[in-house]
């Protein structure tokens, strides 16, 4: 016993765990709080419509997290290896008369031990469960926000597509109606073209009788191809502005 100490020895190391312990419970306040502050500032950032910054944002939550995993970690390791050095105690020779009181103060700093190591897991598990959590919810949302924008870009480009379209169908739609009166058109003057033959071949007939009569055929024919010349101008006039119009 004398060689490692003797009773000041044992009073040293509960000392030290002592104060490991109380280092370790403020600890452990702290990063609990640092979780569930973590987990109250998600959710409400889901929820705001604001462009409130919060205090502190998730940058920052996640550095002072991995900073108080280390030191909680560091502490647990020292607490440990005090414990191992008071069990060495407790089994060196010398001791048997005080091993009942060594070893029940031995097992309550075992057990608090155990205590702030089961703490600490389950408060890091339950950290980086909702930390994951929510980094797969923003990356859903970041796809849907994408999706959405892409959306909206396609549905433009769908609408100028079927705004083109439409405009084409307008003018076919248009350039048949000015074809089918163009056709009718033809189909008239066709008509009225044998019709005046059969006229002037009568007409000639009667010249030929009667000088008088032929000078003034030679006149209508003249006011006939001019009137001709007239309508054909017109109609040519007419169509070309249509399909000016058709492809504007």
Known sequence: MAGIGGSSYWEDLRKQARQLENELDLKLVSFSKL???YSSSRDGRRGETSDATPLLNNSTQDRMFDTMSVEIEQLLS??????DKMAEYTNAPGSTSLNAALMHTLQRHRDILQ???HEFHKTKGNFLAIREREDLLGS???DIETYKSGSGVNNRRTELFLKEHEHLRNSDRLMDDTISIAMATKENMTSQRGFLKSIQ??????ANRFPTINNLIQ???LRKRRDSLILGTVIGICTILLLLYAFH
């Open 35 to 37: 979780c569930t502050s």
């Open 78 to 83: 020292k607490l440990t290896a005090v414990n």
């Open 115 to 117: 205590d702030y190591t």
């Open 140 to 142: 859903v949302r970041k």
């Open 201 to 206: 071949s009568r007409v000639n007939t009667l």
């Open 219 to 221: 006149r209508i024919n």
